[in-house]
């Protein structure tokens, strides 16, 4: 059922929903190491994360939104690093998000209202940065292999109250193709790519937001 979400995409970014994460979801698979006491082979695999996350200039992707709660929506992502994301739900879903590299705007299409928050007030945005570093102010957690998954647990350095989030790449050649995020309440929420495109042009408007128009309702005679 097409239901509409509290966007796993505006917690990630905007970072209002996203306060309060307490533990990433377990990993389960053939090797699991945790941080900081990551091992070299471990440390290897988040060296390749971040040249391969900092090779990737555009990207545009159908997914699948997937709630705890079983809400269900579709829609389609742009990004262009450094800073830019547009988010686009399938209808019956209004909701757009975009962000313009200073400030992420949330387009409610039910109150046909947008709201603003700094880009830089969610964990999350380091994905947007023009160099991305697994380091410093944020840490890797948790490293996995699952058959032919990597999966890597991100949070913020000394923070994880604040958020996190769970990558999963396909390896070999490794690929972006999955996220999870955890909120305050524990509610689960699950993005998934479809047929991602990297690396292609994508038009500059995209990352420009003006209001929808509302379709005009003909007065009943």
Do not use: C
């Amino acid at each position: 059922m097409m239901q509409r979400p509290t966007s796993i995409l505006a917690r990630a970014f905007a970072g209002a929903a996203l306060a309060a994460l307490i533990t990433l979801a377990p990993m389960t698979g053939t090797q699991a190491e945790t941080g900081p006491t990551l091992s070299p082979a471990a440390k290897a695999d988040v060296a390749r994360v971040e040249a391969y996350l900092n090779s990737i200039h555009t990207m545009k992707s159908h997914f699948a939104q997937v709630a705890q709660d079983g809400g269900v929506a579709e829609g389609t992502i742009y990004l262009q690093r450094p800073g830019k994301m547009r988010v686009e739900y399938d209808p019956p879903v209004q909701d757009i998000i975009v962000a313009t590299g200073k400030m992420l705007i949330h387009y409610d299409g039910e109150l046909d209202q947008p709201s603003y928050l700094p880009q830089t007030s969610s964990p999350a945005a380091f994905l947007l940065r023009d160099q991305i570093k697994l380091a410093g102010d944020v840490s890797v957690t948790k490293v996995a292999h699952n058959g032919n998954q990597l999966l890597v647990d991100v949070i913020e350095t000394g923070s994880a109250e604040k958020g996190g989030l769970h990558l999963v790449f396909t390896d070999n050649p490794l690929q972006l193709r999955q996220w999870t995020v955890l909120d305050a309440a524990g509610k689960r929420t699950e993005v998934t790519l479809i047929d991602p495109k990297f690396n292609i042009p994508i038009d500059p408007v995209k990352f420009l937001f003006e209001t929808p128009s509302k379709p005009s309702q003909t007065p009943q005679q």
